[in-house]
């Protein structure tokens, strides 16, 4: 199983700060095949990014992925009130696993 | 509109048994793999089971291989997962997710469900 690491825990940060969440693969993982989901307080996860770094519709281009292989980051250029959640990220190439989440907070 | 309602959950007791829905509605359901993901509380998300469009492809976590079952009827856009055996660990909101294509392998997950509350206490 491809277990996923995601780094920082927490995240505290200030509107309008660059937000970068690092998601550590502990395989490589197959023909990026790699989700990024928010989740905020009492909703259901929502799909930002698939294939590793394409925006989901309706995504803002605040949002963005990049990575390979082990290694892969989504970026929050500039964030918005809205944006303070839950993210996850996930692997669809071997079964599929999540990462345990990095909490962006409010500083 | 992509649309994905949940039903079933409830409190049971350890060893019982319940029965998840999932209604969908604003696409072709049968074109499209379907998951059930899981959330216990306080916790992250945890895939549990998998089935392609023409529910020829099936499959399950290791922690609920067995005791689980997932199925869908194409005919009443619905999905399924009847949940045996059930465990304290069980204890979860019960997503149902769409799969991006109609197989299973390769496919993100697109549109979620609001969620359905299972616990399992004495």
């Known amino acids: 199983e491809i277990v996923l690491t995601q780094s920082p825990g927490t995240l505290s940060l200030s509107p309008g700060e660059r937000a970068t969440l690092s998601c550590r693969a502990s395989?490589?993982?197959?023909?990026?095949?790699l989700s990024w989901y928010q989740q905020k307080p009492g909703q259901a996860p929502r799909l930002l990014i698939y294939?590793?770094?394409s925006r989901a519709t309706g995504i803002p281009d605040r949002f963005s992925g990049s990575g390979s292989g082990t290694d892969f980051t989504l970026t929050i250029s500039r964030l918005e009130p809205e944006d303070f959640a839950v993210y996850y990220c996930?692997?669809?190439?071997?079964?599929?696993?999540f990462g345990q989440g990095t909490k962006v907070e409010i500083k | 509109e992509v649309q994905l309602v949940e039903s079933g959950g409830g409190l049971v007791k350890p060893g019982g048994s319940l029965r998840l829905s999932c209604a969908a509605s604003?696409?072709?359901?049968?074109?499209?793999?379907m998951n059930w993901v899981r959330q216990g509380p306080g916790k992250g998300l945890e895939w549990v089971s998998s089935?392609?469009?023409?529910?020829?492809?099936?499959y399950y976590a290791d922690s609920v291989k067995g005791r689980f079952t997932i199925s869908r009827d194409n005919a009443k856009n619905s999905l399924y997962l009847q949940m045996n055996s059930l465990r304290a660990e069980d204890t979860a909101v019960y997503y149902c997710a769409r799969g991006s294509g109609g197989y299973y392998y390769g496919e993100h997950l697109d549109y979620w469900g609001q969620g359905t509350l299972v616990t399992v206490s004495s």
């Open positions: 089935i392609s469009g023409s529910s020829s492809y099936i």
């Open positions: 996930q692997q669809y190439g071997s079964s599929r696993t």
């Open positions: 395989q490589s993982i197959s023909a990026y095949y």
């Open positions: 604003g696409f072709t359901f049968s074109s499209y793999s």
């Open positions: 294939g590793v770094s």
